[in-house]
C-alpha cells in the first residue's frame, strides 16, 4: 500500500495533477469534501471546522476546545482513508502527518508567480490587483496554518520527496515523474510496513477517541501510541483512578492488544478549558 501527499500553492494545479495521478496508479482521491463526509460521520458538522481548514486560527479560536477537536477529527480521517488502501491525499497537512512511515510520498506544487495570476484572473474572472491579494491571503493562510498545527515550513521543499514546477510541466507530465518516483522508491517489503503502521496509528485514535471523545474521561494532553502491539499512554492527570480508567477504557477500544501506562498524575493539577 503506497501513499501520497500533494501540498501545493494555488493555482500550482494540484487537483489536477492529483486526478492524473489516480489514473496512473489507479489510487483513491482524497480532497476537503472526502474528509469533510468522513468527518460528519461521526456526527460532527463540517461547518464547527471551516475557520480552521488550511489556515491558521484566530486568537480567541487558537484557545478554543474546537482547535483541538478539528487536529483529532482530520487525524482520525485521514487514517480511516489511508486504511482503505492506495490513495492520493490533497493538503491539509497530510505530509506532515504521515512524516517518516515508510511507503509515503510527498509532493510540493509551485508555480511563477505571474503564471499563477493569470491562472487566478481566470478562475475566479478578476483582475490583476484581485488576483494578487487572493493569492497572497491563500499562500498566508496555508503558511499559517502548518506553522500553528506543524510547527513546519509549507514552502520549504526540504520537507518533501520531490517539488515540481507547474508553470513549466503538464499535470499529465507531473504525475508521470511522480508515479516514476514511486515505482523507483516504493518496496513491496516498504508497502507491507506502511500498511502495518497505517493500522497502528489508526487504532491509537481510535483509543483517544473513546477515552476522551466518548467516555470524556479527563486524561489532559492525551496520546495513545501504538507499537509492536503494545499501545502506550501518554497524557496528564490528577489521580490514579483516571489512569485506570483511561486503561479500562483503552482495553474496551483495542481489545487483546497489551497496554501499558506513561500518563502523569499531578494531584490538584487543573488546566484553562
Known amino acids: 500500500m503506497s501513499i501520497i501527499t500533494v501540498s501545493r500553492e494555488l493555482a500550482a494545479l494540484g487537483d489536477e495533477t492529483a486526478h492524473e495521478l489516480t489514473k496512473l496508479l489507479s489510487c483513491r482521491f482524497v480532497d476537503k469534501q472526502v474528509l469533510e463526509d468522513r468527518i460528519k460521520s461521526y456526527g460532527v458538522t463540517g461547518q464547527k471546522f471551516t475557520k480552521y481548514d488550511e489556515k491558521k486560527p484566530s486568537f480567541w479560536a487558537s484557545l478554543s476546545q ?10 482520525t480521517a485521514i487514517f480511516a482513508e489511508a486504511e482503505q488502501g492506495n490513495c492520493v491525499f490533497i493538503g491539509r ?14 509532493v ?5 508567480s505571474d503564471i499563477r495570476i493569470e491562472r487566478v484572473k481566470s478562475y475566479f474572472h478578476c483582475d490583476e490587483k484581485r488576483a494578487r ?3 497572497d491571503q491563500s499562500d498566508h493562510d496555508r503558511l499559517g496554518f502548518h506553522r500553528y498545527f506543524f510547527d513546519m515550513d509549507w514552502k ?5 520527496h520531490l517539488s515540481l514546477n507547474t508553470g513549466h510541466f503538464h499535470p499529465a507530465v507531473c504525475a508521470e ?9 516504493i518496496t513491496p517489503e516498504m508497502e507491507t510496513q ?6 497502528e496509528l489508526t487504532l491509537g485514535q481510535q483509543v483517544k477517541h473513546h477515552i ?32 485506570e480508567a483511561a486503561l479500562n477504557a483503552a482495553k474496551e477500544a483495542a481489545g487483546s492488544t497489551a497496554l501499558q501506562s506513561e500518563i502523569q498524575v499531578v494531584h490538584e493539577y487543573s488546566i484553562m478549558p
Open 108 to 112: 510540493f506544487l509551485a508555480a511563477p
Open 156 to 160: 520549504d521543499p526540504g520537507n518533501y
Open 194 to 199: 506502511n500498511a502495518v503502521r497505517i493500522k
Open 66 to 75: 474546537d482547535r483541538d477537536d478539528y487536529l483529532h477529527y482530520l487525524k
Open 212 to 243: 476522551i471523545y466518548e467516555l470524556g474521561i479527563p486524561i489532559h494532553f492525551l496520546e495513545s501510541s501504538v507499537s509492536d502491539n503494545v499501545i502506550t499512554l501518554f497524557g496528564v492527570t490528577n489521580s490514579q483512578a483516571l489512569v
Open 133 to 135: 491579494q487572493i493569492i
Open 93 to 106: 497537512g497530510a505530509n506532515v502527518i504521515f512524516k517518516d512511515i515508510p511507503g509515503v510520498i510527498s
Open 177 to 185: 515523474l511522480i508515479k516514476k518516483l514511486v515505482e523507483q522508491t
